[in-house]
């Protein structure tokens, strides 16, 4: 399955939103963002085919620090650089469809 498949396959709620960002090391990453009166709830990953061991340990990381900093602007995971920037420009577009 590709990532337009998973994306078209996420059900959203009011105040949800999908991003996706380009240039993971395995591609795309796509994410999905509760947004409510100017603050993240939320970010889930829902679909990247990074490395488990780099990457997906990265995307474990990663929605916590944009939901305790309510931002997408956090610090990229070491080692793991171009999977953090290709999640933290998912979240920013799921933001901008806010």
Do not use: H, R, W
Request: glycine fraction near 12%; aromatic fraction near 4%; include cysteine.
């Amino acid at each position: 399955m590709n990532a337009a498949d998973d994306a078209a396959s996420v059900e959203l709620a009011s105040g949800e939103y999908l991003g996706t960002g380009e240039g993971g090391m395995g591609g795309d990453i796509t994410v999905k963002v509760a947004y409510a009166d100017g603050t993240i709830t939320s970010v889930e990953v829902v679909s990247a085919k990074e490395t488990p061991e780099i990457g997906g340990e990265a995307l474990k990381k990663l929605p916590a620090l944009v939901v305790a900093a309510n931002s997408a602007d956090v610090d990229a995971v070491s080692g793991a650089t171009l999977t953090s920037t290709a999640f933290c420009a998912a979240v920013k577009d799921a933001v901008s469809q806010a």
